[in-house]
């Protein structure tokens, strides 16, 4: 089951100044998926979801990606998330041409979202991928999120932090997380 989710906020990181964390939330319900990206292209997101452009101006790629679809005959449907990779979400853009469903996948989320609310058409999620990342409620204003939404400089931030402050359950789980990616980044080297 697809479930629709719409931007809701963004969230600065302490860890790098130049991400943000994009927030989208379950349109009816209350789960929230945090998405890492730069704090430009996060800003663009929530401005262009709240003011649209009143003419067709390409100020910068995702508005010529879209001019260039829509010149070619090309709209776009649905933007879903399919899967994360190294703390980058990965979607698929789904439109339509001439009756025919097009669709591109393997693009980053950070550059679909973009193109989701310029065009604009709904962010979908599958259930199961929405219900392992969504943000959990751990306090009255603190939030735990998922080990694989993290970057890597984020991760050995997170492990230097846990090894300083004794807390070895956490610098083993992120030190997991870490081999796990290099072993992977290792398979794909290969």
């Known amino acids: 089951m697809k479930v629709e989710l719409v931007i809701h906020a963004v969230a600065g990181s302490a860890a790098d100044g130049d991400r943000s964390m994009l927030l989208l939330k379950e349109k009816n319900g209350s789960r929230i998926l945090p998405v890492m990206m730069s704090t430009r292209r996060a800003l663009t997101v929530m401005m262009r979801s709240r003011v649209p452009m009143p003419m067709p101006v390409a100020t910068s790629v995702p508005?010529?990606?879209?001019?260039?679809?829509?010149?070619?005959?090309?709209?776009?449907?649905?933007?879903?998330?399919?899967?994360?990779k190294d703390a980058v979400f990965i979607c698929k853009l789904v439109g339509e041409q001439d009756g025919v469903e097009k669709q591109l996948d393997f693009l980053p989320?950070?550059?679909?979202?973009?193109?989701?609310?310029?065009?604009?058409?709904?962010?979908?999620?599958?259930d199961e991928l929405l219900e392992a990342q969504?943000?959990?409620?751990?306090?009255?204003?603190?939030?735990?999120?998922?080990?694989?939404?993290?970057t890597?400089?984020?991760l050995e931030d997170a492990l230097k932090h846990?090894?300083?402050?004794?807390?070895?359950?956490?610098?083993?789980?992120?030190?997991?997380?870490?081999?796990?990616?290099?072993?992977?980044?290792?398979?794909?080297?290969?």
């Open 63 to 84: 508005d010529a990606s879209l001019l260039l679809l829509r010149k070619f005959g090309i709209e776009i449907k649905r933007m879903e998330l399919t899967s994360i």
């Open 109 to 126: 989320a950070n550059d679909g979202i973009v193109l989701a609310t310029m065009a604009p058409c709904p962010i979908l999620i599958e």
């Open 134 to 150: 969504y943000l959990h409620k751990t306090g009255e204003n603190t939030f735990a999120i998922n080990i694989n939404t993290l």
């Open 152 to 154: 890597r400089e984020m």
């Open 162 to 190: 846990a090894v300083e402050s004794e807390n070895y359950e956490a610098a083993s789980q992120l030190r997991d997380e870490l081999a796990k990616r290099t072993k992977e980044e290792d398979e794909t080297t290969q």
